[in-house]
């Protein structure tokens, strides 16, 4: 396959970035995005030019480290995949593809096609942790939780923290994350002690961090990679409510 990528390039923070093209010649239809990112950086590399600056960690659709807006889409044309999962038979021969950061204000470009997430860390260090001592393996077998709830804490906690739902938010809105997170724990024994002050601690994070109010468009559930639904933004909110009236 041959393509045509318009891709940010941004020196810094503080550049004001700009489109560059780049042709991607002899690709496979079986490379990952990433993949035919690594030979596009190998041909800059050799014409003495600086390479495109992508993050990702595991290829694996596991650490959410990969966050490109491919076609004005967080994660590409795939539901439920991430960049690194997207393979280039998803894309016809002569495409024309246009390769994005992160855009919010909570997340300011470093550099090209990396942002800086950590309003996410600082999110979950406002609480999304149980700081009781949960004992070992066999201590938490001997504790019996619901099939029902364990379902839900699970499917909550498939979220990877990539920020797509933010990226994909015309508020910017990171209340599926925040609220995948605080649905996890709230859902197992662990999670009771503090689960109303992490309610309310989380959200003030968020809230402080920058990132917007969600007004209901689902945008979010549409890119996530790991198909959070908005059904825990509801949840979050009957517990915060209930938190905030304590
Ligand atoms: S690089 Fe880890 S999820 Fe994509």
């Known amino acids: 396959m041959n393509l045509v990528l318009h891709v940010w390039r941004q020196k810094s923070v503080r550049d004001k970035g700009r489109f ?8 496979s239809p079986n490379m990952s995005f990433l993949e035919m ?17 992508f993050d990702h960690d595991c290829r694996e659709g596991i650490c959410g480290m990969c966050s490109l807006v491919i076609n ?9 995949t991430t960049v690194c999962q997207l393979h280039m038979r998803h894309f016809r021969d002569g495409d024309q593809i246009t390769i994005e950061p992160w855009r919010a204000r ?4 470093i550099r090209d096609l990396v942002v800086d997430r950590g ?5 979950m260090q406002a609480g999304g942790f149980v700081s009781i001592n949960t004992g070992g393996a066999p201590d938490a077998n001997a504790l019996p ?8 804490a699970m499917d909550a906690a498939a979220c990877v923290g990539c920020g797509a739902c933010v990226a994909a938010c015309k508020n910017a809105s990171a209340m599926l994350f925040v609220a995948a997170k605080v649905s996890q724990l709230a859902h197992l024994p662990q999670g009771q002690p503090e689960r109303d002050r992490r309610a309310r601690g989380m959200v003030a994070a968020m809230d402080h961090e920058g990132f917007g109010s969600c007004t209901n468009t689902y945008e979010c559930e549409a890119v996530c990679p790991k198909e959070i639904k908005v059904d825990v933004i509801a949840e979050l909110n009957r517990d915060f409510r209930r938190a905030a009236l304590k």
């Open 20 to 27: 560059e093209t780049y042709p991607a010649v002899n690709i």
């Open 37 to 53: 990112l690594d030979i596009v950086n190998e041909q800059l590399i050799l014409a003495g030019q600086e390479p495109i600056a």
């Open 72 to 80: 004005g889409v967080p994660h590409g044309p795939e539901r439920g």
């Open 106 to 109: 909570a997340f300011p470009v």
């Open 119 to 123: 309003a996410f860390d600082r999110v």
């Open 145 to 152: 939780v619901p099939k029902v709830e364990a379902d839900k």
